[in-house]
Each structure stands twice: as C-alpha cells, then as structure tokens.
C-alpha cells in the first residue's frame, strides 16, 4: 500500500510540474525568441523578394548578407516579414549567403533556422575595371559572366541622356572616346536583361571619381577632453585608399592609412592644451590629382578625462533584491548617479553603499573630481529578469606562429591559448552554460559571423601578447569603444586577471583598452557583445612562465568572473 500511495505521489508531481512548464511556456510564449523559417526568396537581378516567418517576441529583425569570405557585404533593419531589398554590390560566379535575425526587447538574438545560399550567375562588370578614362584613348571595359544564355543590351548614359545602346556581344566593350574626348565628363554605364538592369558602373573622365568627403567628429573648432580621439567621417565613395595626416601647427607628427569611415587616433600623439589639425584624404589609385580631403582643428584640454563607471552584473538579467555595485576604475574621483533617467552631472545622488535593485530602473553614472574632466555617462538599462540558458562563443587564437620564450615551456600562441581555453569551456560548461568554440583553421569573419549566428550572450577572444622589443609585460582587455556594454566585463575579468598576477610592477596592469572598429572580434557591427584578452606576453620571460605553470588558475579565474556577472554562482 505504501509503494502504491508513493507512485501516485510521484506521480502528481510530476503532472504538476509538467502542468507548470506547459503553462509557463504557453503564458511567456510572446516574450520568447522562437526559431523561425525563411518561407520565399525570389529575385530578378539584384532585386530580392524574402518572406520569413513572424517571430512573436522579435522587436525586429536584421537581414545580412555575407559573401564567400563570410564578409557582411548588406545589412538592414526591418519590421516586418515581406521585404524587398537591391543587391546592387553582387558579382558573378561569387557565392553568398542571407541570413535574417530576429532580436527582442532586450537586445538578445536568434538567426533563422534556413539561411537562403545562392551563386549570384548574372553579368556584372569586372571589379578590375579602372573607373578612370583615358581622355585620348577609346575605353576596354570588361564584363565578368556568360553572355550567351540571354540577350543582354549595354547602355551608355550621360546623365539621364541614353548615349547609345546595343546588344553585348563580347566580355570586352569598347567605348569610343568621341562619347568623354576633352571633357569632365562622366558616363553612366548599364547591362539590361530587357527591362531589367542587372549591373551598373560610374566612369569618369577629368574628374574625380570620388564622392565628397566630410569629417563628423570630431568637430572642428572644439577643445577636446584629453583622451584618444575618435576620428570619424562619411563619404570619399570609390575611393582605393584613405590616408590620415595629423599636424602639430607646421609639423606633421603623424600619417597612416586608415579603413574607410573610422579610426582612433592614441593620445599618446598629443600634448595638453596645444592645437591640432587632422586631414582625412580619399585617393584612387595613383592617381593624386583626383584626391578628395577635408580637415578639422582641435584643441587638447589641459586636464585628465576620467574613466567611467563599471557595475558587479549583466544588466539585461538581474534577479530582485540584488546587490548592484557601482565601480570606480580611477585613482581620484566620485561616484555620482540617478535612477530617474535625469542627468547625474547636474542630478546625482552620491555613491557610498550598493544599490537594492528591485525593478527595471535607467541607471545613469558618472565620475567627477574638480582636477579633472567628468567620465562620460555611462548608461545601464537594468532588467529585472531571469535567462534559461547562457551561451558563450570561446575564440582562441589561431596563430601557431608567434612563438613563445621555449624555455619556459611556451611554445607557440595557438597551441597554449587552446589549451588554457579548455580550462574556461570545461567550467563554463560544468554551470550549464552553453559554449561554442572556433575552429583554428578559419578566420575572423567566420569566426563572427558564427557568433553572431549563435546569438551568443559573450564572444571571447583569448591570446597572449608580444611587443617589438621584447621587453613589455603585464595583461590587457580589450573592447570596441568606452561606451561599449562590454565595458563592465571587461573590467572585471581584468580586474581579477591582475588579482592572480605575480607581479605588483609598474607597468603590469594595461588596463581595458578601446579598438574603436579596428578589432573585428570585438566590433560591436560584427559581434554585440565581443571581448578580447591579451593575458600577458608571451615574448617575456616571467609573464611566459606564468602563463605555462597558471593555465588552469587564469582559466577559472576567467570562467568563474563571467559566471558571476551572469548571476550563475
């Protein structure tokens, strides 16, 4: 009788906790990122027609495109299931691949189940084309594709003026000078599959090729906080390559090529309180003359620009009644903050004890000392929430060439980065946490592109470092910009690196540092939520020895720090 009263006991309970996740499923459904299809792809040309499922929870949804080279070569937010996009950068026989995303409320993402694969097989013109005419000769312009399966037209334009049009023929045209000869002239140059265009190209004769090109921060005129400076600017379109000059007065102290739309140039290049001025020059080719620039002065301000805020937890996810701890990360300075979404410079309340959080609040932070200029505000949406399940995407290096000290037992970069990673999977893992982890024979546009695909709540990347000289030592963490939602990771896993370290030296602690767009694996376009580690040097005696006879300390240590900010132990 007792067995029987048990069995039914179980059993009940059993029932009722089956009733319970049924139920809280069925009630939270709307709030959940469920996985979903791409329904329909059809295209003409470049013109493409998607139809995907609706996801209940999504806020909205990015489509990207990604190339052969796992590169984004399109992205677009968009808020409903029926699309029309125009794939005007697709060239023939390449193959690509698009991908639509659904994110919520909170920031959190999930990729579509069946990304749509396609080869791209219409005409294009030759990316080898050169955009400049000759004024004196007749132009060879060469198309890339099979020209025979249809009846393709070429059209040539000026302006919206139809110069000519015929039937292709050959994958090299020729366009007759008579139609640029001794003039600024540029032509408008089309294929057509009937009334369809299916690839288009711009070129120029005695005139510039490239767009106009305008500085948008910084702004000219400004004293600037005494920090790096982000360089930022728009246009220069065509342009081959972008060169950056930076002047003190008459002297030039520095240029560089730079990647199109954003650098960050170090504060290490300027001195307080002195005036700079920055060209930014778009280029084609060898050809100067066609150069497009623009400029911005500056001045340096006199004083230190505090670091800002950082906080113990993942904001997205905080239970009720937890601790949050605001952290100073300077020397000097205040902590001052709101929870009213007013400004803590003008509004805030003084910092002296955890704050209880037990509702969705805006928390806005800053740090203030009268010698030095304000740290940013840094802003934290918190949430009152709970996650089933998190995911980290572990990225250890793959370079089995940057060699180590050998007598310390340090071989090689890749070899001893993959080992220490396997301390941080097997405790991520051994608190439920989902892990995916690179391959060592991809590269970083796969290696994000399938973080990203993931939706994973950290992608984190771990080397060790090297330096010219061989003579730097110490750890650094690196995220894409100050005001980045890594920041407060970041900080911690440093913080706590620098705890085991063996030395108290100057110089050992190199802080969290800023890419600003130059780091892929912690470009916040590539991956939301990206950290790189540099835990130490391996070029460096004691910092390579500490590393070889540590591996399985810095691994937890690094594990157990994110595992904490997660509110998972």
């Known amino acids: 009788m007792k067995k029987i009263i048990i069995a039914l006991v179980s059993i009940l309970l059993t029932f009722i906790g089956v009733t319970f996740v049924v139920s809280a499923i069925i009630l939270n459904g709307d709030k959940i990122l469920s996985s979903f299809n791409?329904?329909?792809v059809e295209n003409v040309s470049t013109n493409f027609n998607i139809k995907f499922e609706k996801v209940k929870a999504a806020e909205y949804y990015d489509i990207v495109v990604y190339n052969n080279n796992n590169i984004p070569i399109y992205s677009k937010s968009v808020y409903e299931t029926k699309n029309q996009i125009d794939l005007n950068m697709l060239?023939?026989?390449?193959?690509?691949?698009?991908?639509?995303?659904?994110?919520?409320?909170?920031?959190?993402?999930?990729?579509?189940?069946?990304?749509y694969k396609f080869k791209y097989t219409e005409p294009t013109f030759s990316s080898n084309n050169d955009l400049i005419l000759n004024n004196d000769e007749d132009y060879k312009l060469l198309i890339d594709g099979d020209l025979s399966k249809?009846?393709?037209?070429?059209?040539?334009?000026?302006?919206?003026?139809?110069?000519?049009?015929?039937?292709?023929?050959?994958?090299?045209?020729?366009?007759?000078?008579?139609?640029?000869?001794?003039?600024?002239?540029?032509?408008?140059?089309?294929?057509?599959?009937?009334?369809?265009?299916?690839?288009k190209i711009s070129l120029y004769n005695k005139t510039s090729p490239i767009s106009d090109i305008m500085i948008t921060s910084p702004a000219s005129g400004n004293i600037l906080d005494y920090n790096d400076v982000i360089f930022t600017y728009n246009g220069g379109d065509n342009a081959t390559s972008y060169r950056?000059?930076?002047?003190?007065?008459?002297?030039?102290?520095?240029?560089?090529?730079?990647?199109k739309?954003?650098?960050?140039?170090?504060?290490?290049?300027?001195?307080?309180?002195?005036?700079?001025?920055?060209?930014?020059?778009?280029?084609y080719k060898d050809y100067e003359e066609y150069t497009k620039s623009a400029n911005v002065e500056f001045q340096m301000n006199e004083k230190e620009t505090l670091k800002p805020v950082y906080i113990n937890t993942y904001?997205?996810?905080?239970?009720?009644?937890?601790?949050?701890?605001?952290?100073?990360?300077?020397?000097?300075?205040?902590?001052?903050?709101?929870?009213?979404?007013?400004?803590?410079?003008?509004?805030?309340?003084?910092?002296?004890?955890?704050?209880?959080?037990?509702?969705?609040i805006t928390l806005k932070t800053v740090i203030m000392e009268p010698k030095m200029n304000n740290s940013i505000v840094n802003e934290f949406e918190i949430n009152i929430g709970s996650k089933d399940t998190y995911s980290v995407y572990l990225s250890p290096s793959n370079q089995e060439l940057n060699f180590g000290i050998n007598s310390t037992g340090y071989s090689n970069e890749q070899s001893e980065m993959n080992d220490l990673t396997n301390y941080i999977e097997k405790r991520l893992k051994s608190h439920n946490v989902k892990v995916y982890r690179n391959s060592p024979y991809g590269n970083i546009n796969l290696w994000t592109a399938d973080s990203r695909y993931y939706g994973v709540d950290l992608h984190l990347a771990i080397h060790s470092n090297a330096s010219p000289n061989h003579n730097?030592?110490?750890?650094?963490?690196?995220?894409?910009?100050?005001?980045?939602?890594?920041?407060?990771?970041?900080?911690?896993?440093?913080?706590?690196?620098?705890?085991?370290?063996?030395?108290?030296?100057?110089?050992?602690?190199?802080?969290?540092?800023?890419?600003?767009?130059?780091?892929?694996?912690?470009?916040?376009?590539?991956?939301?939520?990206?950290?790189?580690?540099?835990?130490?040097?391996?070029?460096?005696?004691?910092?390579?020895?500490?590393?070889?006879?540590?591996?399985?300390?810095?691994?937890?240590?690094?594990?157990d720090t994110i595992l904490k900010y997660f509110g998972l132990i």
């Open 91 to 115: 060239e023939y026989n390449l193959k690509y691949k698009l991908v639509v995303y659904a994110y919520d409320k909170l920031g959190d993402s999930i990729a579509v189940k069946n990304p």
């Open 38 to 40: 791409i329904i329909d």
């Open 472 to 559: 730097i030592f110490g750890i650094e963490t690196w995220i894409h910009e100050q005001s980045s939602k890594t920041y407060s990771l970041a900080n911690l896993i440093q913080d706590s690196l620098i705890n085991i370290y063996y030395s108290e030296e100057e110089g050992f602690n190199r802080g969290v540092k800023y890419a600003n767009g130059s780091m892929g694996e912690v470009n916040e376009l590539a991956v939301p939520f990206g950290i790189l580690l540099e835990i130490a040097h391996h070029d460096y005696e004691k910092d390579a020895a500490w590393i070889i006879q540590n591996k399985e300390l810095i691994g937890n240590t690094i594990a």
């Open 150 to 199: 249809k009846n393709y037209q070429i059209a040539i334009y000026d302006n919206k003026y139809k110069l000519k049009e015929e039937k292709i023929i050959s994958n090299e045209y020729i366009i007759d000078k008579k139609f640029y000869q001794d003039m600024m002239q540029k032509l408008d140059v089309q294929i057509f599959d009937g009334l369809t265009s299916i690839s």
């Open 261 to 283: 739309n954003r650098c960050v140039i170090s504060a290490e290049l300027f001195k307080k309180a002195e005036k700079y001025n920055i060209i930014i020059k778009a280029l």
């Open 244 to 259: 950056v000059e930076i002047y003190n007065g008459n002297q030039k102290i520095k240029e560089t090529t730079v990647k």
């Open 315 to 360: 904001h997205k996810y905080v239970k009720s009644g937890s601790y949050l701890y605001l952290n100073n990360p300077n020397q000097e300075g205040t902590i001052f903050y709101t929870i009213d979404d007013s400004d803590p410079v003008v509004n805030g309340i003084k910092y002296d004890k955890p704050l209880i959080v037990k509702k969705n």
